[in-house]
Structures are given as structure tokens and as C-alpha cells.
């Protein structure tokens, strides 16, 4: 990599109920000082406004599952669902996706209820620039942490609304319970933000970023919870399990608790480092949460030339 990183965004509310991005967003809309950067162009857009307007995740399907060719490439109209409308004008705006005239760099702010901390989501393993990035934060933050999700999976990977970057960037902070804004985890989001923007301000003023290596937990397998005949949850996540993300979860540790006390415990294999555990808005995907599976990644030195 070697053009510099001009045009960059941040996206908030492509949740319309997750909170800290709606706000930090709202605020630099007001006034963008403290994201200004010498030889960066960013610029703070609010994705799903009818979302944030209702404090809901959506309207009518979610807004970061919709960026597929096949919405972005659909005849536009009236009658589209308003968050595939939405999507073919971030698109054309931010976009188009996978072109030369996307934007360089998206950051996409959303809240979790699960017990995540600072997460950084990454796309592709082969991004050396994010990559370099995250390297760059994880230093900066130290010694709190900030875990690298690796999303990047053949059939559990989903179409964001920061795909139509060149290098697309989530940031998923939590626990945040849905419309609450909690000062802690506002500022933090507000923190990794402003390492991203030096780190990029860096890249574009020249600076040489050696070869490195990050560490990830790269997305292995998505997790239901037990339910009846009738599609009813008949157990919840365990008092072992809950609020334990990132945790090893070995085989036979317990994983869900039914109502009547019994323990259903994890059958897998070996070792995984379970994720996104008992996320408010995952019970209409059908999931309780994520495992993952460490692994450590290698970026190779990047400069602007
Ligand atoms: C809780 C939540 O909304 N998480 C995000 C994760 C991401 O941005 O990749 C989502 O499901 O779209
Ligand atoms: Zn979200």
C-alpha cells in the first residue's frame, strides 16, 4: 500500500439504538475540531437517520447486513425497503464499493450489551494497512486491551455499511444496554478514535510502519441458544459464561442454564474464545453467541510513497 489515506469516515447509527456512536457522531457533525487532522478529509455521517430518529436498530431489515451486490446493484425506488434505499445512496456517496473512488478508510461506531470492551472488527485478514492500524492502537491503549474480531468466515460474514471503504473499520464497545449512553463506554470509543486518526495522519505525512504482527480471533462458529418445536429459547447463557467474553470456553464448560437448572455444556472440540455473549439484538439472528479461535496475523511494513 502506498496512496495516502485522504478521504476517511465515521459512520454512526447504522444502529439507530446503539448510542455512543449516534452521539460522538451527532457532536462532530456540530463541530469536527477534535477529528481534524493535517492531510485527512474526515467526515462524520449519520448512516440509518430514521433509526435514530425512532431509537431502533432498524426500520425495515438491518442497515449492516444490506451493502449485497445484489441491493446496490438493484433498480432504485420508492418501494425498496428504506434501509436498501439507504444503502444504494451510502453507497454512491462512499462509494461504490470494491472501486477506486471509494473512500479510503470507514469507521463504523456501534454498542453491543455483551461484555466486549473495546472491540476493533476486521474484515479481511490480508488488509496489511487495518492491520498496521490495529497494531498501532493495541500499543496505544495498552495496557487496557482492544481484541481484533476477525470476521472474515465463508458463510458468517455479512455486507456492512462500511464495506464500500477500501478499508472498512467497526468498532463494537460495550456493555452499553440499547439507547443508554453510558460515560465509560462513550469514552473509550471516543479514545481508539482518536489513536485511528493519528495513526492515519502518521501514514500520510510519511511515517514507515515495520512489518508486525496482530493477534486475532477470527470467527469460527455462531452459537443458538436450545429451543422448543415451536422456536421458543428453552435455556439462557449460563452464570458461567455470562459477561465472560473473550474468555477461553473449553469442552464440558457449561453454557446455557434452563429454567428448571440444568446445565447444558459446550461440546466442541477444543479451546474457543466465545464472543458477542447474550447480545440484545442477535436473539432475532438466532444467535446466543460467537465462538472464535485465536491467531495471530502478519502485516507487512507499509509507507506512503
Ligand atoms: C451488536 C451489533 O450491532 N454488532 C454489529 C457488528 C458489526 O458491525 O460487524 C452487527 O451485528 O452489525
Ligand atoms: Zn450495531
Known amino acids: 500500500l502506498s496512496y495516502p489515506a485522504r478521504r476517511v469516515a465515521i459512520f454512526g447509527g447504522t444502529h439507530g439504538n446503539e448510542m455512543s456512536g449516534v452521539t460522538l457522531v451527532n457532536l462532530w457533525i456540530q463541530n469536527g475540531k477534535e477529528i481534524q487532522r493535517k492531510g485527512v478529509e474526515t467526515k462524520p455521517f449519520i448512516t440509518n437517520p430514521r433509526a435514530v430518529e425512532k431509537c431502533t436498530r432498524y426500520v425495515d431489515t438491518d442497515l449492516n447486513r444490506a451493502f449485497t451486490t445484489e441491493n446496490l446493484s438493484a433498480p432504485s425506488g420508492d418501494d425498496l425497503p428504506y434501509e436498501v434505499q439507504r444503502a444504494q445512496q451510502i453507497n454512491e456517496t462512499f462509494g461504490p464499493k470494491g472501486s477506486p473512488e471509494a473512500y479510503d478508510v470507514i469507521f463504523d461506531l456501534h ?8 472491540t476493533l472488527i476486521l474484515e479481511s485478514s490480508k488488509d496489511h494497512f487495518n492491520l498496521q492500524m490495529m497494531h498501532y492502537i493495541k500499543k496505544a491503549i495498552a495496557p487496557d486491551s482492544c481484541p481484533v474480531l476477525l470476521t472474515e468466515h465463508p458463510l458468517l460474514k455479512y455486507s456492512t455499511s462500511r464495506s464500500v471503504a477500501k478499508h472498512p473499520i467497526g468498532l463494537e464497545v460495550g456493555p452499553q444496554p440499547q439507547g443508554v449512553l453510558r460515560s465509560n463506554i462513550f469514552e473509550s470509543m471516543r479514545l481508539v478514535l482518536k ?31 436450545p429451543r422448543d418445536t415451536n422456536g421458543n429459547i428453552i435455556a439462557m447463557v449460563h452464570p458461567n459464561l455470562q459477561d465472560c467474553d473473550w474468555e ?6 457449561p453454557m446455557f442454564q434452563t429454567f428448571d437448572g440444568t446445565t447444558i455444556r459446550y461440546e466442541g472440540a ?8 447474550n447480545e440484545a439484538a442477535y436473539y432475532e439472528k438466532q444467535q446466543a453467541f460467537v465462538t472464535t479461535r485465536r491467531e495471530t496475523l502478519a502485516a507487512g511494513a507499509i509507507k506512503k510513497t
Open 270 to 277: 477444543g479451546t474457543v474464545y466465545p464472543t458477542f455473549i
Open 248 to 253: 477461553p470456553l473449553n469442552p464440558g464448560d
Open 195 to 225: 489513536h485511528a486518526l493519528d495513526f492515519i495522519e502518521l501514514f500520510n505525512e510519511g511515517l514507515e510502519f515495520p512489518p508486525c504482527t496482530v493477534d486475532v480471533f477470527r470467527v469460527s462458529e455462531k452459537m443458538d441458544y
Open 111 to 118: 454498542n453491543t450489551t455483551s461484555n466486549m470492551g473495546c
